[in-house]
């Protein structure tokens, strides 16, 4: 079962790829959207079969490889990540969908978002080191040349930076995982059989090191982040939205299931300074977003000061602040894909992104109504109002921090008042006051652009609304993961309050 999640998306990557006839932009994304949907489908299939109550990998798929490097074809999915494969199934669903019917070369388009996805699902799916690294690479392929060709003006340059951080991620989590393999004595890369334990805390703390600046580089933290806001705004809206709503996860999920599960003594270590880490990249992030007058910029920036919540959860490393990490994930990659789209539609519609532009989008005749109205609401989940998912994400987080890190959560939850600030500038300057001379006469909006965002806006109520509904899936894996680090973890901060 889980395998097809992989195959389906090369499948049609190569059926519209290779197909011999002529294959229209209009034929292929529909090929391309049924392909998506199906693989929606399928996690969804996977998420009913599921049982919640089990914390151990399910469905699990093993067949041997390659025996002389110990690299085994080994998935499985657990509570930590059948989220994100739902998520990133819905959201290639949505990117696709968003996608122009008239761009260029859009058999070549579609066929590496589908290869994108099938890296994404790969890398989530994993149990293997060694793979979890081969899909990892996969996708940052598809992802270079979706913004090498389609991309802005300074496309060239926005992809190379990326690839050049994102190689550089790439190079220290391989050293980070060869070395925990071959120093522990362990016959294969799987995670089941991997044993750490045995290894000093000077090894695991430089082990520890490159997976955190390995995946730092992916969430972004600071100071890895300047790949970022380049790549957002010159990649077009559909791969935005793929970008922020799903591959920074790859960065967080790596830091959960690498660095805290594998190497707990070493993470325990850290933990103060992973807080502060923390602590800056939320700061920064929203600083930087009060300062940027292109819309799409500020949005980018604001998730660097988010992701930032993940490390400061997954630095406290307590049951509940772990699962509001898994549940800022999710909570981030809806809010953020919804304020992607409405930015997209807005440049579209208006021709300009730049809060010195435009202005009065919500007039009710000749702006942009509805798409204002989505936008108040995405802004508002972004801030944590209650009701929505933002909200209830960012609480958990704080409420599982707090006991352990007080003075960063405290913190670090002046970011939440700093998202307001900058946001409110965004629907003040965009969106409130008389239509600017500049963009009068708008072009009609169709529901066919409004769809997208409708559906992520009602998720983001209802899950804002019954937050049960997305943490029964991770709570038990995530008490069974920490469980086994729960002693090591109290002697180890023990030990390091004592010293300092």
Known sequence: ???????????????????PAQMSGKLSRRVALLFAILIFLWTGLLAIKFNPAEANQQFAEFIPWIDSLGLNYNLGIDGLSLPLLVLNGLLTCIAIYSSDESLQRPRFYYSLILLLCAGVTGAFLAQDLLLFFLFYELELIPLYLLIAIWGGTRRSYAATKFMIYTAVSGILILASFLGMVWLSGSSSFALETLDTSTLSLTTQLLLLGGILVGFGIKIPLVPFHTWLPDAHVEASTPISVLLAGV????????LLRFGMNLLPEAWTYLAPWLATWAVISVLFGSSCAIAQTDMKKMVAYSSIGHMGYVLLAAAAATPLSTLGAVMQMISHGLISALLFLLVGVVYKK?????????????????????????????VMASAGVPGMVGFISEFIVFRGSYPVFPVQTLISM???????????????????????????????????????????????????????????????????????????????????????
């Open 414 to 500: 002046i970011g939440t008042g700093l998202t307001a600030v900058y946001f409110l500038i965004l629907m003040d300057r965009a969106f409130f006051g008389r239509l600017s001379a500049q963009v009068t006469n708008l072009p009609r909006v169709f529901w066919s652009d409004r769809i997208p965002a409708v559906i992520l806006a009602v998720l983001i109520v209802i899950f804002g609304i019954q937050p049960a509904w997305l943490a029964r899936w991770t709570e038990p894996t995530i008490t069974a993961m920490l469980n086994p680090q729960n002693v090591v973890a109290t002697v180890s901060l023990d030990k390091a309050k004592s010293k300092t």
């Open 350 to 378: 208006a021709g300009s992104r730049d809060l010195d532009v435009i202005k009065g989008l919500l007039n009710p005749e000749r702006g942009l109504p509805v798409i204002g109205s989505l936008m108040v609401l995405g």
């Open 247 to 254: 591959l920074l996860k790859l960065g967080t999920y790596g």
């Open 1 to 19: 079962m889980l395998s097809a999640l992989i195959l389906l998306p090369l499948f049609g990557a190569a059926l519209i790829g290779f197909w």
